[in-house]
């Protein structure tokens, strides 16, 4: 079972995305072979996380067990999260200016659920030592560190400040990301802690799936991460599709 | 299965990480015939001596694209290399993509140049084109955030190819095929520097007739060399 734990449906200011969504995404989902991808909709990590994370609860019952949902927390408006029917939270430190160990993200860490954090290497917010920080708070709630620190010459630093944190788990996307440097963290961290995610439809899903496949890696690596390790995490929250 | 071409690779080491020197074991696992190559060297020491280190290579699955240094390297001797692309690295080496040297040396070239977008951008090309419009240029690593700068480039300047390896977002490759069609789009990846994986497994999943396919794998590479 091959499972995309980064994606995101809706469109963003910065740039076009021809297609962003969520029926383009299931048809390249068929294409190539993944079973389902947690989606947060761009809406909510950008201006509007309520509104946002209604159109990811949409986009997901309109194609049941295909997409999970992480809800977007956004620590200045301060909305609503749910418990159940959702993969867990996405956060995203950077658009919402707030560092990661901040306080104001505390409501999010007192659930328990899986968190998806954009991590982005010397960012002032989501920096990995502060995936350190925040994983030794709260050793009981899967930490995913979307990214890995985005730039290559943070993806070592990235593994090494989180080695010694067994919850926190390095997830693949990122523009500039290779297949070598999967290989590598799988080699780093272990293949057990690492995750496939793509960023479609930020970024093309295809690209994103393609360095995991491709990846030098041997095959029982692969399987953990393209999907064994993320199915782990989520247990019951990983429902079948349908 | 038709040929597969990386019209983007480069060969020797880098400053900053440890990687292959070798593009050759990479691509025999990933199944690429022939590709374009530069040399390191060129790039991040002197482009004389890494156009010497490419020139010493002999093996013809490695297609040489040496550097063009208006200026540094003499025109008559760029006119001798028999070579099918060469390289354009302004910003790296400091130079101006339209001033009068290097235009004094593209308008004299008979082949296609490539060009990193990062290494200039779209208003200097546009400009390049303006000034020679008979001259091939192959745009490589175009990112993702700028489709819409790189396709007005396309629009204004129809002798401009695209490398696709960096068209990374979702439907990219397809949207500019539709826009401009598939000869204008070729295979490539800027390995080892940059990722090949992802874009070679894009290749065999593109939404695309197969036509269309092949000539992103070989068949527009080929026609622009």
């Known amino acids: 079972m091959i499972l995309d734990a980064h994606g995101h449906v ?6 076009l ?13 068929d294409r190539i072979g993944v079973s389902a991808m947690g989606i947060s909709h ?15 609860f949409e986009a997901a019952r309109s194609h049941p067990g295909r997409f999970g949902v992480w809800q977007v927390y956004n620590p200045h408006q301060r909305n ?28 999010v860490w007192e659930l328990g659920l899986p968190v998806l954090a954009h991590g982005q290497t010397d960012s002032p917010w989501s920096d990995p030592s502060r995936f350190a920080v925040v994983a030794a708070r709260h050793p009981d709630v899967p930490l995913l560190m979307g990214h890995s620190g985005l730039w290559p010459y943070g993806f070592a630093r990235a593994a090494r400040l989180v080695a010694n944190h067994a919850n926190v788990l390095l997830e693949t996307c990122g523009s500039k990301t290779t297949g070598r440097w999967i290989a590598r963290l799988a080699a780093m961290a272990g293949a057990d802690r690492v995750v496939f995610g793509s960023d479609a439809c930020f970024l093309d899903l295809r690209v994103g799936f393609g360095r995991v496949a491709l990846a030098p890696l041997a095959e029982p690596d692969r399987a953990l991460i393209q999907g064994g390790n993320l199915a782990r995490i989520l247990g019951h929250r990983l429902t079948p599709r349908i | 299965m038709p040929k597969l071409m990386d019209a983007h690779r480069l060969i020797g080491p880098v400053p900053f990480d440890d990687l292959p020197a070798d593009p050759r074991p990479e691509m025999d696992r990933l199944g690429i015939d022939r ?8 790039l991040y020491s002197g482009a004389q001596a890494g156009n010497e280190a490419l020139f010493a290579l002999d ?16 025109l008559d001797e760029v006119l001798e290399w028999d070579v099918p692309l060469v390289r354009l690295c302004p910003r790296r080496h400091g130079f101006d993509l339209n001033g009068p040297t290097s235009l004094r040396y593209l308008s004299a070239l008979t082949v296609p140049v490539a060009v990193e977008l990062d290494d200039t951008d779209p208003a200097q090309l546009r400009a390049l084109a303006a000034h020679l419009p008979d001259l091939r240029i192959l745009l490589l690593n175009p990112g993702y955030r700028r489709l819409r700068a790189v396709a007005e480039l396309m629009d204004a300047a129809p002798r401009v190819v695209l490398e696709i390896g960096t068209v990374n977002t979702q439907g990219g490759v397809e949207w500019l095929a539709r826009r401009f ?7 490539g990846t800027g390995a080892p520097v ?14 695309l007739p197969q036509h269309d396919i092949d000539l992103i794998r070989a068949g527009s590479l080929e026609a622009l060399l």
């Open chain 1, 10 to 15: 809706g469109t963003w200011p910065d740039f």
């Open chain 2, 194 to 207: 940059l990722d090949d994986c992802g874009p070679r497994f894009l290749l065999d999943h593109l939404d």
């Open chain 1, 80 to 107: 609503p999260l749910v418990t159940e029917g959702v993969w867990g939270v996405k956060l995203h430190p950077d658009v919402h200016e707030c560092p990661l160990d901040d306080p104001r993200y505390d409501p």
């Open chain 2, 59 to 74: 093996d013809p699955r490695l297609i040489p694209v040496p550097a063009v240094l208006p200026g540094d390297i003499a």
């Open chain 1, 17 to 29: 995305i021809p297609d962003p969504t969520a029926d383009g995404l299931i048809a390249t989902m």
């Open chain 2, 181 to 187: 069609g598939a000869r204008r789009l070729v295979f």
């Open chain 1, 42 to 56: 761009l809406l909510a990590v950008g201006p509007d996380a309520a509104a946002g994370n209604r159109l990811a």
């Open chain 2, 35 to 42: 590709a374009c190559v530069t040399h390191t060297l060129s």
